[in-house]
């Protein structure tokens, strides 16, 4: 479903030089896996995440997505992808129930069928004592279900979730990690960027842990621990952090000059 | 580009906006107040003021009581005479008599508003009305010293015409008394109520309603790009599957909707303001005066491409903004910058022509005063304008969506937006980019227009401004955006078929262009004076050898051209649209850059053929031999008689048909040629 090889992502930094937020990074993600991507803030999480949907342009790497390559299908990429974080906004001014119709008809859902799908999620959610009210007067937690209707209204068979926990209270985190694991039942491929250990290791097959813009570990858990060999994951997250730190210097390229273009070419 | 896409984002966004109170606001209430507020109450609190003021006492100072004596009687002697309609200005009955020594300290500090003085080089009191023994001394900066001393010079005025109309009625016989009558010349004013009604909304009129669609389009131009970005919404609206253009499009047409909204309330609330309210009356200065309503349409019409051109030029500026106080500042300048031309365009005396009609925002100006004035019969600079304005607002738009989808604009930690300027950080590219053929074409155009109005027919100058301008600094443009010179311009070669395919077009097609411009004319006539600048234009060339000739006039423009359009701009085209539409477009600009209303449909017409030409054999090679030998034609028959002769086309009048057989063997020639150019083979 997800295929990602060798993905490169070079920033121009503010005093001419770049810097790489992605580099060279593959892996991929299978229908009904949970495929967690973790590593701390600055690891190139989110960069990757929005070269997979589109948002975008890797400078190196390729990526196809439910068959279609990023590069040259941006569209067909974007309309199998469920796209959700906890940072997600919702127009104040419509309601729950406009929203999820204007992104059905973004997607190209029009008329009966549409109104159904919306109504089928608004009922599945829960959301129908608010699904009339404007966004701006929602509270956390209906904010979050509307947010989840949003990402799964044209009903694509990838998921993309960023950090969809993040300050969120325990009530509404049990809400999305349940919706997590429905997701993952019905044979999406969902890919998890979280720095919330204990999560990932409840609901992952598989785990890849970036540090630097750079894949370090991969595997399940059980291949983890046999890796590293601490029992939890954070100890092994801790570890192969730490190690890394010190045996690799940042991935600072050149100085750009008139010819970075070529950078992953 | 999905209509259905746009159309989605369109409603989505308009429902948004329209339940913002803030939009509604300064949509609806704001002008639907303004002006009745601003106009009905300032001009009411000014005549409330003036008549305040002239019921006010006004204190007079004067050295003595005899002079106090004096000045009564003057005041007085006249009450039976009709007075001017404001009558308080003519009259001082509320004249208050101050007799004081040191007047000129009592004017100064406020205690007389207007003091006679006595003269000291004049004693005799008797004879004021051929000299004054007095000085009247007033404050300038005082505005009630001023009234005062306006108010007694006009009586004093008046009271010394009678004396001095008495006295000569004493002097002229009986028979010439009527001399001493003013005389009164008849005057015919032609001007309609609508017209002195338009010309007074004229002064004020074009500039509000330019300012007033610019600033409607501001708030939701930020709302709907920092806005978004500010509450966390613009990302996931990016993963959507539409293309940004059909993001950027629905968007920018809310953000033209609700200024031309916001416009034709502005005008609404004016025009109602001045026909409801007594204003009118008290600002046409006693002429008749009304609301030209049927225009107010027309002018809302027009502004249709000025409201698209400020909206897209809004949204592309606030997309760098990453909240919505930051696209306020960002805004600001744009609103300043507006404000200068605007401001050019609504001075007194400043008229529709010359560069002004390419002007963004000066031209609307002038555009809607024109309009207002029913000057109608200026209708291609009309055109011009709205093609002008319609041109730089595609750029905008087109900008805008590039703009809007780069990484830099909408992410803050995918680098500085100042990456997209600079230089070493553009990425090598085989072809310009539309964007890049836009920008080019929407700066070049006023440039070129100004350009063209100045040099008028002076030959060599053209032909290096030319160089410059179509040649020069397209290439260099080129090459400072990193475009590969080869792509950029076509430079590839072309088979031996093709050259002979374009040889047979350039011999063909300045026949085909001529009997087109004749057909015309029995549709449109020439305009007067076309043909006298054209003879003008002829007799100038006499002076020019024919090899300098066809360097300046057939070949200069022939290979700029080329590389400017078949170059530049088709391939630019190309990157983002089909290779038919890109050669329409091309050849519409081509025959606007020519500026020249009655030639347009055939300079049209020869664009689509160079363009073909160049699509067909990948080459700019073809098109600049087929625009050299178009161009070469006149000035080679011109200088070669026997030629002209041979063919039939020794007197060209504009108006009289080609021999049939030329005009047979033309068509021929351009079809077979055509045929020749086409590429072999599938693609």
Redesign the interface.
Known sequence: MIQAQALIKVFPTPDGGQTAAVDGLSFQVGPGEIYGLLGPNGAGKTTTLRILSGLMRPTGGRVTLAGYDVATHPCEVKRAIGFLTASTGLYQRLSPRELLRYFAELHGHRGQAMRGRVDELIEWLDMGAFADLRCGALSTGQRQRTSIARALVADPPVLILDEPTLGLDLMTNRVILEFVRGQRDAGKAILLSTHYLDEAETLCNRIGLLHRGRLVAEGDLASLRRQVGPERLTDIFLKVVEQRHEDAEPPVLPAAGEDHASVGR | MRLS?VN??FR?EL??IL??RRTLIAMIVVPILLYPLLMLGSVHAAVFQRDRMQQEEVRIGVPDEQAGQWLAAQIHADRSLPLDANSAEDSLENGVFIVGEDLEALVANGAVHVALIPRTDMTDRTRWEIEPWFVLCYDSAEIRSGMARTRLERVLERRRATIRGEKLATLVPAAEQSLLEPVLIPVLNIATPEKVGGSMLGHVLPLVLVLMTITGAVYPAIDLTAGERE???L??L??????VLDLIVGKFLVVAAVALIAATLNLASIGATLHFGDVQALLAEGHEASVPMAVLPLILVAMVPFAILFSAILIAVASFARTFKEAQNYVMPVIMAALIPATAGSLPGVELRGVLIVIPVANMVLLTRELLLGHYANWPAMLLVLASTSLYAVVAVVVAARLFGQ?AV??A????WK?LFRR?????RRWPSATHALLFVAVLFPIWFHIQGQIGARIGLSSGLILLLFGVLPIGLARYLKIELRGAFSLGGASARQWLGAFAVGLGSWAMAYELLVLQSHVLPMPAGFAQANEAFAKQLEAWPLPLLLLTLAVVPGVCEELTFRGFVLNGLRSAMRPVPAIIVTALFFAGFHFLLVRFGVTAALGLLLGLACWQARSIGPPILMHVMHNAWLFVLTGWPALAETLGVAELNGTDHLPTALVAAAAVLVASGMALLRRRGHY
């Open positions: 896409a989605v984002i989505k429902i948004d339940r913002d509450r966390g919404t990302e996931t990016m993963v959507a599957p539409v293309p990484e909408l992410f930690d995918a680098g500085s990456t070493r950080f553009f990425v090598s």
